[in-house]
T-cell receptor, first 114, second 111 residues
Framework: DAGVIQSPRHEVTEMGQEVTLRCKPISGHNSLFWYRQTMMRGLELLIYFNNNVPIDDSGMPEDRFSAKMPNASFSTLKIQPSEPRDSAVYFC????????????FGDGTRLSIL | GENVEQHPSTLSVQEGDSAVIKCTYSDSASNYFPWYKQELGKGPQLIIDIRSNVGEKKDQRIAVTLNKTAKHFSLHITETQPEDSAVYFCAASSPGNQFYFGTGTSLTVIP
């Protein structure tokens, strides 16, 4: 079975550029989560969707961050404009439910903003 | 909201010894407790989970115990092998709420 697929795996770009991260959840899962991982802050939940609808975006750090889920098989996380402090590994996870069910993670996008 | 604390932050054991990682949580309504293993360059992978109606669960060399009264749960790895070296995360979730992750334990198994 295909797991959660994220692209790109690595992204290096200059400050001020727009960055778009992509995620394909596991087929049949109706909840999708975006996390950010850094050494200083660990795993932070940014936003999660249930049935393509954003449920909680309180973890999104600033208005520069936005996320969409236009259909059950695709989601994007966009940063515009990007800043060096956005450098981190961004993970997408999917689950059969947004609560009390296993979440399955992709292998992440390592983002470096110069 | 929920607060999950995880100890120790680093752990080194000799191959063949046991490793124990402990987590505490604050929300008595939490009812689902997964454990994840993260290898370098990979995403966290679920290795075992437990629900609040169960006190212990085993899967080969891995076991998890839950003490609801004390609000703590532990991961036990027996007969450790070098491939067990990774970062391990605990998490807690209550009905209607997101996962709250611990800060991770870096386990090194010395051959």
């Amino acid at each position: 079975d295909a797991g959660v697929i994220q692209s790109p795996r690595h992204e290096v770009t200059e400050m001020g550029q727009e960055v778009t991260l992509r995620c394909k959840p596991i087929s049949g899962h109706n909840s999708l989560f975006w996390y950010r991982q850094t050494m200083m802050r660990g795993l932070e939940l940014l936003i999660y969707f249930n049935n393509n609808v954003p449920i909680d975006d309180s973890g999104m750090p600033e208005d520069r961050f936005s996320a969409k889920m236009p259909n059950a098989s695709f989601s994007t996380l966009k940063i515009q404009p990007s800043e060096p402090r956005d450098s981190a590994v961004y993970f997408c996870a999917s689950s059969g439910s947004y609560t009390s069910q296993p979440q399955h993670f992709g292998d992440g996008t390592r983002l470096s903003i110069l | 909201g929920e607060n999950v604390e995880q100890h120790p932050s680093t752990l080194s054991v000799q191959e063949g010894d046991s490793a124990v990682i402990k987590c505490t949580y604050s929300d008595s309504a939490s009812n689902y407790f997964p454990w994840y293993k993260q290898e370098l360059g990979k995403g966290p992978q679920l290795i075992i989970d437990i629900r609040s109606n169960v006190g212990e669960k085993k899967d080969q060399r891995i076991a998890v115990t839950l003490n609801k009264t004390a609000k703590h749960f532990s991961l036990h790895i027996t007969e450790t092998q070098p491939e067990d070296s990774a970062v391990y995360f605990c998490a807690a979730s209550s009905p209607g709420n997101q996962f709250y992750f611990g800060t991770g334990t870096s386990l090194t198994v010395i051959p």
